[in-house]
Every structure is written in structure tokens, then in C-alpha cells.
T-cell receptor, first 121, second 114 residues
Framework: AQKITQTQPGMFVQEKEAVTLDCTYD???????LFWYKQPSSGEMIFLIY??????QNATEGRYSLNFQKARKSANLVISASQLGDSAMYFC??????????????????FGQGTILTVHP | DADVTQTPRNRITKTGKRIMLECSQT?????MYWYRQDPGLGLRLIYY???????NKGEISDGYSVSRQAQAKFSLSLESAIPNQTALYFC?????????????FGQGTRLTVV
């Protein structure tokens, strides 16, 4: 079974500083994908970044980057130059990659508990 | 218009009542999901469907049922609502066959069972 753990219930950062949100995962699969989502106070879920388990380079999307350490089973999100609008809940998620005979377990997204990020001016 | 639409957006219902949450999508995706969000627990998968004829239970399916009426529609029912089903419910969709395919979420339905 897949399990995602986000150990930081809340994080604080000063505007314009960088912040790292932790995510560790537990899976016996060799192929999987890792995702980060942002949930502002308005409630919608916004996709931020994706990392494949076989990707050789860490994923980057603008101010977001993913510090992927496969051996440690961690996929931490780094937000550089924090902005007030980055204040939100952040979720790490994982999905098995590839297909199996039954096909029914491939594709479901398993989420962590979330981290609330507050950016101070 | 949103790609993934949930109705209603907010609902208050009484214990024991049957309630249906509806989800429709214009993404053309085969895969659809229902999650519930509770504080401190993240999003937990209730049911998922990989095509119209494929329905699977998630980790917390007890007390819920679903119906995939068409590729674009996936409904979640609470047969007899109870207070601990008070939560924020999300419908989501994703593509088939693309490994990096992210899930697209609806706006959420805030359900309160009193």
C-alpha cells in the first residue's frame, strides 16, 4: 500500500524567503509519480508540480522545485522567493505508474495530511 | 465554465437522510474520483472509476455508494447520512495512459450532517 506523510502541520516563512515543505512516502513499487497541490483558503485544488520516480533531474516549475531523494523516499517541495499569495494548504500526493494485470490500482492518487504555509510580510 | 463541476456547493442535511453529490466534467477524461477532506487527515479516496463500467472502492467507502452514469458524470450518494460524514468532498478527473497526468478537481462540496 502507498502512504504519504507530511510531518509539518504548519510552516511560517518571511516574504521573499525560501521555504521547504517536507513529504516522505512509503511504497514497494519501483515506478510511481509524485505530485504537489496547493489549496488556497478558497478551497480549490491547484496542481503545482510533478516528479516521476525515474526522472533523473529534480522537477522545477517557476518558483517551485521538487527536492527528490529516491533512496530516502522523500519529495520535498521548495518554494523560492515566497509571496503573500503562497499562503495556503499544500498537499503531497503519489500515484503508482504503469499498469498491472487487474489495472484497478494504477492511477489512484494517495494524499498526505497537508501542511499549512503562512507567509509573513 | 469549470472543467469539473460539483453540485451542490454547500449542503446541510439531517442524520438519516439520503443525499447525492453530483459531478460532471468536460475534460473528456475516463478516470473520475471522489475524495473527502477532513482537517488533519488530508484527502482520502472514497471511490474511483476508470471508465463507465469500472467502479472501485477506495480506502473509506463504507457508508457511500457511487454511480457512473456516463463518461462525464460520476455521482456520490450517502444512503443514510451521519454526522461524521460532515466534510469537504471533492470530485476529480484524470487522463488515462499519461503517467504525469495530474488530477483536475472540482470546486468541492461542503456537506454538513446535523
Amino acid at each position: 500500500a502507498q502512504k504519504i506523510t507530511q510531518t509539518q502541520p504548519g510552516m511560517f516563512v518571511q516574504e521573499k524567503e525560501a521555504v521547504t515543505l517536507d513529504c516522505t512516502y512509503d511504497t514497494s513499487d519501483q515506478s510511481y509519480g509524485l505530485f504537489w497541490y496547493k489549496q488556497p483558503s478558497s478551497g480549490e485544488m491547484i496542481f503545482l508540480i510533478y516528479q516521476g520516480s525515474y526522472d533523473e533531474q529534480n522537477a522545477t516549475e517557476g518558483r517551485y522545485s521538487l527536492n527528490f531523494q529516491k533512496a530516502r523516499k522523500s519529495a520535498n517541495l521548495v518554494i523560492s522567493a515566497s509571496q503573500l499569495g503562497d499562503s495556503a494548504m499544500y498537499f503531497c500526493a503519489m500515484r503508482k505508474r504503469g499498469s498491472n494485470a487487474g489495472g484497478t490500482s494504477y492511477g489512484k492518487l494517495t494524499f498526505g495530511q497537508g501542511t499549512i504555509l503562512t507567509v509573513h510580510p | 465554465d469549470a472543467d469539473v463541476t460539483q453540485t451542490p456547493r454547500n449542503r446541510i442535511t439531517k442524520t438519516g437522510k439520503r443525499i447525492m453529490l453530483e459531478c460532471s466534467q468536460t475534460k473528456g477524461h475516463d478516470r473520475m474520483y471522489w475524495y473527502r477532506q477532513d482537517p488533519g487527515l488530508g484527502l482520502r479516496l472514497i471511490y474511483y472509476s476508470f471508465d463507465v463500467k469500472d467502479i472501485n472502492k477506495g480506502e473509506i467507502s463504507d457508508g457511500y455508494s457511487v454511480s457512473r452514469q456516463a463518461q462525464a458524470k460520476f455521482s456520490l450518494s450517502l444512503e443514510s447520512a451521519i454526522p461524521n460524514q460532515t466534510a469537504l468532498y471533492f470530485c476529480a478527473t484524470s487522463e488515462t495512459g499519461r503517467e504525469a497526468a495530474e488530477a483536475f478537481f472540482g470546486q468541492g462540496t461542503r456537506l454538513t450532517v446535523v
